[in-house]
């Protein structure tokens, strides 16, 4: 009892687990308070501000109005283009979140598996293309699509075709561009997720007389799914959100929410159309993450 109190005098009154309990928290605290600040200026109150702007009316001239009003809302709601901007961009997204998952899936999938010791080297030349610039490589795109690109060119030359198929200033150029430069990211993602994947299993399937087909789809695919929903989530919101590409490849005929948020921000100086438009892309990204968490659950359970 003496030490007891001895030492709780020494510790400033509390007992020798609460006050180490005490400076963790204060140190988990320390750490966690930079990241925290950098993270509310950087994107809480930038959020803020974007949704408080929607709510504000524009002027003649282009004057901005504070106010509390739904009308850009309206407007964004009502209009049958921007039903058809929205319908776009989640075509866009489901497109080519579906395309670079089928793709890139064999490639995660071998990259999980292989025991080679160039393991590293090949995963890093799976995602080279990520230290080139996504302008560099949409660039790369519109000269192999372009009517006198590769594609054509060689089409034509061959005599498949008589002339140019546009690829180019088109959804389908975008898609095929899209899918290319996000490709990376679902690799990762899945290489990641695979965690689930035991080879015993398949093996023990496969004593069993199940064929490779049916260990891939009973064993196998059930086992890496979450992955793959993983790589589809990014993919679809990097492509949802994404401005460069489907500018410079849809040549101003792709209208998707990123493109007109950037027109009606820079070109009309519609700045609260424009930050409505950006919620309603958010509102969708919260949508999806919502569903991937459910499938996710799903799965798990």
Not at 126 to 139: F, N, Q
Not at 174 to 196: C, N, T
Request: with cysteine; aromatic share 10%; charged share 10%.
């Amino acid at each position: 009892m003496v030490t007891l109190q001895t030492t709780q005098l020494r510790t400033g009154g509390l007992p020798v687990k609460e006050k180490r309990s005490a400076k963790q928290r204060a140190g988990t605290l320390g750490l966690i308070l930079p990241g925290s600040i950098g993270l509310f200026v950087g994107f809480v109150l930038p959020l803020i501000v974007m949704i408080r702007m929607s709510f504000n009316q524009h002027g003649t001239g282009g004057q901005l109005v504070e106010t509390l009003t739904f009308e850009n809302y309206g407007r964004a709601l009502s209009d049958p283009f921007y039903w058809q901007v929205i319908g776009n961009t989640l075509w866009l997204g489901l497109l080519c979140g579906g395309l670079a998952v089928i793709l890139a899936y064999p490639i995660a999938l071998f990259l999980t598996r292989t025991t080679s010791k160039w393991k590293g080297v090949l995963i890093a030349l799976a995602i080279a293309p990520l230290l080139t610039s996504a302008v560099a490589r949409t660039y790369g795109w519109i000269a192999i699509l372009g009517d006198q690109g590769i594609i054509n060119g060689f089409l034509m030359d061959t005599g498949l075709l008589s002339g140019p198929i546009r690829l180019n200033n088109d959804m389908p150029g975008v898609i095929i561009a899209l899918v290319e430069i996000l490709m990376p990211y679902a690799i990762l993602a899945m290489i990641s997720g695979f965690g689930r994947l035991n080879n015993s299993l398949e093996e023990a399937a496969g004593t069993l007389g199940a064929s490779r087909f049916k260990v891939f789809m009973r064993v196998t695919l059930p086992l890496t799914l979450p992955g793959v929903f993983t790589g589809f989530l990014l993919v679809f919101v990097l492509s949802i959100s994404s401005f460069v590409t489907p500018r410079l490849m849809g040549g101003g005929r792709v209208f998707i929410l990123a493109t007109e948020v950037y027109n009606e921000a820079t070109q009309t100086l519609n700045w609260p159309l424009a930050s409505a438009l950006s919620v309603i892309l958010l509102i969708l990204f919260g949508l999806l993450v919502a569903g991937y968490q459910q499938l996710t659950k799903r799965f798990e359970d």
